[in-house]
Each structure stands twice: as C-alpha cells, then as structure tokens.
C-alpha cells in the first residue's frame, strides 16, 4: 500500500486507477511529439493532471534519479535533463517501489513499469493525483551523473491567481484542463510535479508539527501576519506562496529542525516536488536549509479593571485526568498569566473522568477539580464551574472522551444565577421576569434535540451576574470541518461539506439569541467558543443575522485576526460573538499555541472585555 506522506501507510487509502497493459516503447503514435519515439517523461506527464498514458506499460524511460525516499511511500523521482520546450509538462516522475529502492541519486536510470495516477487519501478526498510509475523494472546505466538544475519556486515564478474554475461539465474538477502555469500557482505548482526545485530564503508560516514537517512562504508580502504567519482573510485569497516542507533523510539519520512562525527557512532548499494527502504540494528536501530562530514569544492579555468583565474561551485540546500533569500546568499558567485570570472562562474539549476509556463514562469532575487545583497552584482565583454532562457517546469528539463545554468562573468577581439545572437532553428556554430575560434553565443546553447537534457538541448556556448587570453566554463546540476538501483539491472551488452543519448550529444559537432579545433588546450576550469557522463564512454569517450578534474579532486589524494556524494559513475558528447592547469593548486573540512547535493545545484563546 502507497503513502504519500511519512506518517504511515496506514493512514493514507490506496487508490489505484485500473490498468491495462499495452507495451509502448519504441512505438511513435504512443509517445507523440518524442523526436525518436521513445517514451520521455514529459510524455507521461502531459499538459493536464492526468497522465495521457495511464493505465499503458512503458519501456526503458530514462532519467536522473534526483531524490530516494526510504519510509512512508517507498521510491524514487527521476528527470529528463533534456527538457522539452512546453512549460506545461513535467520532466520529472515518482517511481513507487514498495520496497526500499536501490537506486542512488545521481544514478541515470532506465525505467519500465506501468503508469498510473495515484490519489493520496482516496478518490472522496478530493486531492489531486500523483503521476507515477509502479512495478517498476529499473537499469542504473551509470551514477555520479550531476543533477537536472533545480527550477525555482520564488515570488517571482509563483502566480498570483491561485486556481482555475472547475470545468461544470466535470463536476467542477480542474484536472482535465490544460494546465496554465503562467497563470495559476496551482498549475504552476503541478507542472513541476516530480521535478527537482529549490527555493531560497523563506519566512515560515506554519510551526514544525509531530509529522516533521513545517510551511513556509515564498512570497514574504502575502497577506502578512502582524507575528509573521500568512493570513487566510478570505477563500479567495488561499495564499499562492505557501508550500509544505519534508525531507527525505530518515529521522534517525537527520534531526528535522523546530521551528516557529515567524522563523526564517534560511539558505537554499532543494529536492523534488510530491503532492501528498496532508497539505498538497510539498517540497521534500534533499538538501534542507537552516532554521534561523525569530523572536516571537506567547502573548499576554491586559488585566481586566476592576469595573470590566473579562470573558474568555479556550479550546484545551481533549483534557482528561490521564493527561501528564504538566499539561494541566501549562494549560493552567496560561490561564493566569496569558490571559489574566478573566473572570468567565468557557472551556471545549474538557472530556470526561477517564478520557478515551470507552466505559459509559460521562462526569468531568475529576478532570475539573484537577484543573482548578492547578490554576488555583499557579496563583489564580478559586474558580468554579458549572457544566451538563452530555449522553455518552452523544456528542462527537475522541471516541469515549464524552468532549464537552464547561464554564469556569471566579465567584469573587461574578455569581451564577442557579435555574433549575438542565440535562443532556432538556433544552433551556427564554421567559421574561420583570422586564428582563431569564433562562429557564441554568445552565442549560440550547435545542439539543435539534438535528443540527447530532454526534456533536451540544451548545452551554448559562447565566453570570457582574456588578448588579445580568450576562448571558452560550459556550459553543460547532462541528468540525472533517471532510471537508483541501484547497489543492482537484474541484476548484473545493467542496465545503461540513459547513451544512455549521449553518444549522448557527441558526439554531441565533435564534435562541433572538429569543433572549425579544424579551429584553437591551440583554447581555455572549456567544462564544470553537466555532470551527471563518469570521467571513456562511456560518458566522447565521450567526450574526438580523443584527443579533456581531463577530468581535473583526473588531481588529486583518494582520492579527487569527486563532489556529492551518497548512500554513493563519486563520479564525475561536470566536466571541456580542449582541448590540455591548457597544464598547476590547477584543485580544491571544497568540500562545498555534504559532508554535511547542503547544498546549492547537488553538490560541480569545478574551473580550466590557463594562455591562
């Protein structure tokens, strides 16, 4: 089984187009365009994504072997030094061995096999495919040869546009057009498929990760981050410089560098050009650069007044009592000093009493009382929390983790207004007492047996009382963007499924939002949490309509709207949301997690403070 991506063949589907055979060597009419007709590289690669001649044998293709991957996705890359004179096609190919390949770089090879298009994670993830050759029969012909000059892959020879339209007449796929890579960073990106590129000095953009692997930026100006990062403000602007770092020596034989967003990939990175599953376009280094350290350090919010709520949200990544205790201390510090003890905290992602244990488990109050000791040890307030406890295995999440959101707050700066406590399945309403809103239950779950909260996190609301002021918050968990294509995929625009989800969340929390405002238009309230959506999508859209709440983070600049870092995207998925009566506030994304290789948890914080 292929993969295309060193973490394992287990986690990459094998997807083999179905191949006849049909011996093509020598013979004109198959390799049209071959002055002799010989079958070249550039002849198997063609002018579009797919090979011309998939599913066809070819015989004694020759090359340079340019790169050797020994793990993952076993083989080797080979070029045409003698290069044809259309920019659209290829000169390079991967040659998928199975097993460890032979072959050196610097070897000049002869290749016979069968050509093929390989889709890393399987044809419904969307991603592209892979022109290879497999069941490969190969001849090393000499070795020490020099190297095809690597193309560079700069601000200058990356396109601007990132993608053509899908053609509607296949489904919205671009991998039957020709490919224009004058035009398009992603054309450009595939007509260097298997070729041997370099660039040069680059910012990275995307910390180094589990999987050794980081991102950087070839075009420094993009879209840049106020800390150093590429912002993704749109789904127009997917960010063309952007491009995927491996290397090729083994982990044992070469340390892979730690890196931070905003460090800089220095000197010259050079080897060939892959597209795997987990991020497309992917240089994997021959020859890596050196990682010149930034300056960049987690952040700290400013302290509330004492006449100021401060309210925050923090995912913190599948917390459970198995965790080691350094990881409830680093969550736990940065409580107290990144974000200033703020006075309401929602939580997601707290799991209950024994993690991932599939038990019918649901309490989290071993996972809390540890959490709270451990603020309380690193000098912060003696929170307390409330919470319902979801149904097991109700709610989506880590299989028997039973994720749900909490609240935490400081008893010496604000109450909690008791109503009747919910359950897993009782929905909290809207009644009016004397000329306010109130809940009817507190805390309680908003609509949960609305269909839109199936296998997924079921929206908190309760009610805080600060300096005499009634305030409601809703902690939310939307659905996750699971399934959702990349945007290398071969549909241009690729398919969003998920977000169908998200907008049924949403609606559902605006109207319950509506409903709080019809009973009182002056009512405090906060939505908030991992809304696993952009502050531009149909989502946060749903959630603000009619005016009912207003996403805070567009309070502040675009260089510095961001709470996750994705493929190198620095982008919004944690968000407050405020309802008209809380006109003046300040809004802080806290940037402690997701700019860095160290992290408590994938997500930075955000925290919103206002006089109610």
């Not at 991967?94 to 994670?121: H, L, N, Q």
């Not at 370099?198 to 999987?211: C, H, L, M, Q, W």
């Not at 977000?499 to 939002?513: D, H, I, M, S, T």
């Amino acid at each position: 089984m292929r993969s295309s991506h060193p973490r394992s063949a287990a986690v990459s589907a094998l997807v083999a187009t179905a191949l006849a055979t049909g011996l093509l060597a020598g013979s004109a009419d198959a390799a049209e365009g071959s002055a002799a007709g010989q079958v070249r590289i550039h002849d198997i690669q063609g002018t579009t994504r797919t090979s011309p001649l998939a599913g066809k044998q070819v015989a004694d293709v020759e090359g340079i072997v340019t790169g050797v991957r020994t793990y993952g996705s076993r083989g080797f890359w080979i070029q045409d030094p003698d290069a044809d004179d259309d920019a659209a096609t290829s000169e390079g190919v991967f040659v998928f061995t199975s097993s460890v390949p032979t072959v050196a770089v610097g070897d000049a090879v002869k290749v016979s096999g069968t050509v093929g298009e390989y889709i890393p994670g399987g044809v419904n993830s969307g991603n592209q495919s892979v022109t290879q050759i497999s069941k490969p029969a190969v001849t090393v012909v000499s070795s020490g040869n020099a190297l095809p000059e690597a193309t560079a892959v700069n601000e200058y020879t990356v396109p601007a546009e990132y993608a053509p339209e899908g053609d509607p007449a296949a489904g919205g796929s671009i991998n039957g057009l020709a490919l224009d890579p004058s035009r398009y960073a992603l054309d450009f990106y595939e007509s260097l498929e298997g070729m041997n590129v370099k660039i040069g000095t680059s910012r990275v953009v995307g910390a180094t990760d589990p999987y050794s692997e980081l991102w950087v930026t070839v075009k420094g100006w993009e879209n840049a981050a106020k800390r150093g990062g590429t912002i993704y403000g749109s789904y127009g602007s997917q960010n063309t410089g952007r491009l995927q770092i491996q290397q090729l020596a083994p982990l044992a034989q070469q340390p892979f560098p730690v890196a931070n967003v905003g460090d800089k990939l220095t000197g010259v990175t050079e080897g060939p050009l892959d597209f795997n599953q987990f991020g497309g376009y992917t240089l994997v280094a021959r020859t890596l650069g050196t990682v010149q350290a930034g300056t960049l350090a987690p952040e700290k919010t400013k302290a509330q007044d004492a006449h100021e709520l401060a309210v925050a949200t923090y995912n913190v990544e599948n917390l459970d009592p198995t965790d080691p205790q350094a990881k409830f201390d680093a969550l736990a510090k940065a409580v107290v000093e990144n974000l200033a003890s703020p006075d309401i905290l929602a939580l997601e992602e707290i799991q209950d009493d024994n993690g991932a244990k599939n038990d019918g488990t649901v309490s989290a109050e071993q996972t809390l009382t540890k959490f709270t000791a451990a603020i309380a040890a690193a000098g912060g307030p003696a929170y307390q929390w409330r919470t319902v406890n979801p149904e097991d295995k109700k709610d989506g999440g880590e299989p028997g983790g039973n994720i749900r959101q909490v609240f935490l707050f400081n008893p010496e700066r604000v109450s909690f207004t008791e109503r009747a406590p919910g359950d897993a399945v009782t929905a909290t309403g809207v009644v009016k007492e004397n000329d306010k809103a109130a809940l009817t239950h507190s805390p309680g779950r908003v609509d949960p047996a609305n269909p839109a909260w199936a296998d997924s996190r079921k929206p908190l609301a309760g009610e805080f009382v600060f300096r005499g002021k009634t305030v409601f918050v809703i902690a939310n968990h939307f659905g996750s963007k699971g399934g959702d294509e990349g945007l290398t995929s071969h549909h241009q625009p690729p398919v969003r499924s998920s977000e169908a989800k998200r907008l049924l969340q949403a609606q559902a929390v605006n109207g319950f939002v509506k409903e709080i405002l019809a009973a009182d238009k002056n009512a405090n309230v906060l939505a908030l949490g991992d809304i696993n959506d952009f502050e531009f999508s149909g989502t946060t859209k749903a959630l603000e309509d009619g005016g009912a709440l207003y996403s805070a983070i567009k309070s502040l600049p675009k260089a510095e709207r961001y709470s996750y870092v994705y493929q190198g995207n620095a982008q919004v998925l944690d968000q407050i949301l405020t309802s008209p009566a809380i006109k003046k506030f300040t809004y802080d994304s806290v940037h402690i997690n997701a700019e860095f290789a160290a992290q408590n948890s994938d997500h930075d914080p955000q925290v919103l403070r206002f006089k109610p």
